[in-house]
């Protein structure tokens, strides 16, 4: 109800079409939501993603909940996480995916950090709430501070899938912790070359991580 009263003043609005929200609507409305371009991964092991680390032997398989398409629902929505501040939108996302990833045997979820420059700029990591939000569904804890980000690169969605990857070494720290046996999910907002994504699985395959899943929220098409 005090909701309800609230958007008497304040009303919610769907990201993508701007029709007005009902209660238990959020962000999109019902029909924008349907719309959304899911990839079906989770019925496809050989899926494009999981296609981009086919030279991983440790990553067992990779999960994108929709597709990104330029001027699309996906864009709309990782910028209103990204840069409008609506952080609760990630939390949400995860939400929404968790259920696509129901059948994984994991330990624990490792978010992609954000440099501390960056992250202090943000104010906060837009892949650690999306891991927040499969963590209040799958019921498996984040683990968000094995590994840091250690160099601070420049936007990469102008560079060459090479620059990318030359950019990506080094990039993480060394992980002391023992992960022998472990079967971790990492966390991305979006993946592209899958180069970011990558590197951190090398550092988790360097820690004895046994088995690796991948999951984002959109991968280019």
């Keep these: 109800m005090f909701r309800d009263f609230i958007s008497l003043f304040f ?6 079409c701007n029709k007005p929200l009902i209660s238990k609507e959020a962000y999109l409305c019902t029909g924008c939501k349907l719309d959304l371009p899911l990839t079906f991964d989770f019925k496809l092991p ?18 994108a909940f929709i597709s990104f398409y330029q001027h699309g629902i996906a864009q709309k929505l ?9 952080q609760d939108l990630g939390k949400v996302l995860g939400r929404w995916f968790a259920p696509q990833l129901m059948e994984l045997e994991l330990d624990f979820i490792i978010p992609i950090p954000l440099h501390h420059k960056k992250q202090r700029k943000r104010g ?4 650690q709430l999306i891991a927040e939000g499969l963590s209040e569904q799958l019921e498996i804890p984040v683990k968000s501070t094995l590994v840091s980000r250690e160099i601070n690169t420049r ?7 090479l620059q990318r990857w030359q ?5 993480y720290s060394r ?17 592209t070359t899958g180069a970011t994504v990558s590197m951190l699985c090398a550092r988790l395959v360097e820690a004895g991580a046994s088995e690796i899943h991948v ?5 280019g098409v």
Excluded at 11 to 16: A, L, N, W, Y
Excluded at 124 to 127: A, F, I, K, P, R
């Design 11 to 16: 009303p919610r609005t769907c990201i993508q």
């Design 46 to 63: 050989a899926n494009d993603l999981f296609q981009k680390f086919a030279s991983e032997p440790k990553i067992s398989s990779a999960q």
């Design 78 to 86: 990782l910028h209103h996480l990204k840069y409008k501040g609506v």
């Design 124 to 127: 906060y990591n837009q892949s």
């Design 155 to 161: 936007s990469q969605t102008r560079k060459s899938k």
């Design 167 to 171: 950019d990506m070494e080094n990039i």
């Design 175 to 191: 992980i002391s912790a023992d992960l022998g046996g472990k079967k971790i999910l990492v966390v991305d907002d979006v993946v």
């Design 215 to 219: 999951a984002c929220i959109a991968r």
